[in-house]
């Protein structure tokens, strides 16, 4: 075993504290362990396996062909915020105006900046859990403190018990984080359900940030989740993260929104400008094709993800060791194996034994730690294959 100290490692003692105790990511431990592994089936991340498409790409080549390669508008270009007004008005049936939406470099930098707008040292944030962990590790490297409510767990499913997170709101709570539908359990939150937090928004003076970055992928026949665009006012304390990400399949791209208030102009102007400076002009140009001209992409998305839902849930329910409910939205399953309880554990064993990569759900926070979380956002032949070998390792196991 090789033991030596790594340069500097005697000084990291001496660095901010929120930024040594950052959590590793539980995910990654475990894609790290399978990652080159022949024929492995990666399902522990949440992206799908198709590429951006070429109308996407194209336009991005069209712009670095133009020379359109220099700095350009922190907020992000006018054709894009344009663009974003539009898509929103299309999909709310509201109208929208472009100075309420700022270009970001991902969706993980929406989110780092909406809550560094809202909470700090001494500060609280509330999180319903299970929940993406970089929800948790963005309060925490803020300085803030996070508040984990575990969301009610009976036959598979999870609710929101109201009663409960109203009562962990205390005088430090500057906001909640409402991810929904959610990464990654899939609880997608009812109108009511959104009037109830809204309702404690205003009752207690706190932010909601709402990531509906999800609000396509839903199974019921609706044509999207419910939203807070649909209940409220325009003086309420919503922030909206988001990105492109998943509709349009750019993970790689990094390029987000977010979506706030007209007078916040100035503030997240000034916390792009000292992070990143502005996404890229030809990135930002992919973008728009993707908002303008990306809706028959994001029904073939929505279409493959309800096939691969419908393979995962009924291949996994027919082992009989597993207790899982369909999810309501988001592309993800969410489930635990009769007889496990420590999903990291169980991870790692299944890259071993099925040659397949789950996320643990010990990494979701309290209330995932029995779970295991896969990705169905795939071609349905690998979801096949995947299940199969699920099947095969639970049964032996």
Known sequence: ??????????????????????????????????R???GLIPLWVGEGDLPTPSFISDAAARSLAAGETFYTWQRGIPELREALARYHERLYGQS???????VTGSGMQSVQIAVRMIAGPGDELIIPTPAWPNFGAAVSVSGATTVCVPMDYAQGRFT????????????????????SPSNPTGWTATRQEQEALLALSRKHGIWIIADEIYGRFVYDGSARASSFHDIMESEDRVIFVQTFSKNWAMTGWRIGWIEAPEGFGQVIENLIQYSTSGSPVFVQRGAVAALDH??????????????GRRIVYEGLKATNRVSLSAPVGAFYQFFSVDGREDSRKLALELVDSANVGLAPGTAFGPGGETGLRLCFARKSADLVEAVARLHKALMAG
């Open 160 to 179: 929101l018990d109201l009663d409960k997170l109203a009562a962990a709101i205390t005088p430090r709570t500057r906001g909640i984080l409402v991810n």
């Open 96 to 102: 929208f105006s472009p100075e309420r939406f700022f």
């Open 1 to 34: 075993m090789n033991t030596a100290i790594l340069p500097g490692s005697t000084l990291v003692a001496e660095l901010r504290p929120e930024a040594v105790n950052a959590p590793e990511s539980g995910i990654v431990e475990v894609m790290n362990y399978g």
């Open 294 to 307: 990306g809706e028959g992409f994001v029904a073939e998305q929505i279409a493959r993800a309800a096939e």
């Open 36 to 38: 080159l592994r022949p």
